[in-house]
């Protein structure tokens, strides 16, 4: 199975902490977010991971050199000279995907749960749509809108009462609201809807996926009890602890 993560972000919210390191490589219960989720993906059965790389991309190279690449198959997708964003970035590491029909996982590096990765890719397999995007009943200001067969249909800002795609209508007895948690499946099938003009170079795949979604199938792996965090800010950084700690017990 493949998989690809995010660690190319310039951790802004992380500073000071990424003023000399990557987002990827801050310690979380003493050891790297990357090194975090190469395991989790690991342990799921994933055997081919794609990493891209931007901010301090040669301390993420010096790090998968000296852990031997944790004895799996990893490649990197170089952005060093231009961060693509979310959906640029899938959309440049499309030769790593493109040799068969087989899905991939992307994992955010700065996300840590408690989901059944090998479930999920599964669950997309068994559903045979373009993506599936795990989402969970979080707290959260914005969210994707999934109706009754749980495909992707919009997204509403719960603060400022934006909607997107453009001219959708809101009815909150026809969609149900959950969070993104920034991990999802594709499906090859992906690339050949980018390939028109207005998807070239720096794009998020959240806008991508906002903007097609009413012509094709996204789903939604729901779930209602997801432990997630965010390790977004300093703040966060005790909770992931604790996360980890509590996960290591278990």
């Known amino acids: 199975m493949k998989a690809m993560i995010f660690a190319a972000g310039l951790g802004s919210r992380l500073k000071p902490l990424t003023d000399t390191m990557p987002k990827a490589l801050v310690p979380v219960a003493g050891c790297p977010m990357l090194e975090h989720v190469i395991l989790k993906l690991k342990a799921s059965g994933f055997t081919k991971i794609v990493i891209n790389i931007h901010h301090f991309g040669d301390q993420i190279l010096d790090f998968l ?6 004895g799996i198959n990893i490649l990197i ?57 795990l989402a969970s009943q979080r707290k959260t200001s914005r969210y994707l809108l999934f109706d009754a067969e749980k495909r992707l249909c919009g997204w509403i800002n719960k603060d400022t009462a934006q909607v997107k795609p453009a001219g959708f209508h809101y009815d ?53 009890n997801l432990q997630l965090i965010d390790i977004g800010k300093p703040e966060t950084l005790a909770c992931a602890e604790e996360f980890i700690n509590v996960s290591r017990v278990n």
């Open 65 to 70: 050199k000296v852990n031997h690449n944790f």
């Open 172 to 224: 909150e007895t026809l969609y149900k609201e959950y969070a993104f948690s920034g991990i999802h499946v594709l499906s090859p099938a992906i690339f050949r809807l980018m390939d028109v003009p207005c998807w070239k170079g720096k794009f998020s795949i959240m806008d991508f996926y906002l903007a097609t979604c009413q012509e094709t199938e996204y789903n939604g792996y729901l779930t209602e």
């Open 77 to 133: 997708s170089d952005e060093r000279d231009y961060l693509l964003d979310t959906g640029g970035g899938i959309k440049k590491a499309r030769s790593f995907f493109e040799d068969s029909d087989e899905p991939f996982l992307i994992h955010n590096v700065d996300i840590l749960s408690d989901i059944n990765l090998k479930e999920l890719y599964d669950y997309h397999i068994q559903k045979g749509g373009v993506a599936t995007l």
